[in-house]
């Protein structure tokens, strides 16, 4: 309605150059001293409207003559409307490189000092305990004797419980990798952060490092402390994995951790031994860090 009354006024002005007025005659407006163009303003607006309403049919319809006319350019112009989408649309390269780069990557001498602090610490309890049971024993006291339940001591056939540990955690570890994509993200995560920026001969520090202190407190001072039977073993472990949460690790490896921890209480139960899973332990954390530099053979090592 708005366009309609619009164009009517404007055709009166155009028309008309004499109004009635008051009963007598024609007379002309003077509109000399008034500019034209005030008038027709809102006209050429309006005409810009109309315009816009048509812009998309005329619009189309110069694409097909132009697509009849040099059919070459018209496909020029979709390949570079489909690479402008490609820019605008992230690829799983880019997702890749944007998740490799949320992870926080240590420095070699960060992850060795970090590996050493935490190792002896973790020695040093467990030393603590089973010292302090050793005492609290030969006193009298109700409390197991961790040292004399499980010793040092090493026989051949360790070799093959040794043996065992290996493959079975080995081959289940590569099984979960292809298996379960949670526990293969939070294994590649701890391995980014740990693995990455070491030397070769590093791997060695920081996979027997921990394995051994780590035994040493879980399965050489508190698995014998509550009991040597497979109760205390579960109970054990089920603490072991989740003290591996956190630093990128989720619940699937904590889960993880916890059956590691079931096999090397019951390997310790059944050797009596501290070595057997301190040797495992360490062997498979070889492995697992050797697997993970041959499959990422050209990762950039970047200090934190």
Known sequence: MTYLTMDCCCCCITKLPYLLHSGRKYERLRFQ??????FFVQFHADKRIYASKSSPKRLKKSK???KVANPQLAESTLDEQ??????????????????QASVAIASRSSVLQACTLTSGFIAFTGVIIRQGSH????????IADCSSEISFNFEIWHLQVVAGLVILITCSRLLLLKTWSDFAESSEASNQQVLTSLEPLDYTIVAFLPGISEELLFRGA????????????????ALFGILHLGSGRKFSFAIWATFVGLAYGYATILSSSLLVPMASHGINNLIGGIIWRLTHPNYQKTDV
């Open 33 to 38: 001293n008034v500019p034209r163009r005030k």
């Open 64 to 66: 097909e003559i132009q």
């Open 82 to 99: 489909n690479g402008i989408s490609d820019k605008s649309s992230p690829t799983n390269s880019v997702n890749n490189s944007e998740s």
């Open 135 to 142: 005492l609290a024993s030969s006193q009298g006291w109700p």
């Open 222 to 237: 508190l698995l014998p402390l509550f009991g040597s039977n497979l109760i205390s073993a579960s109970a054990v472990a």
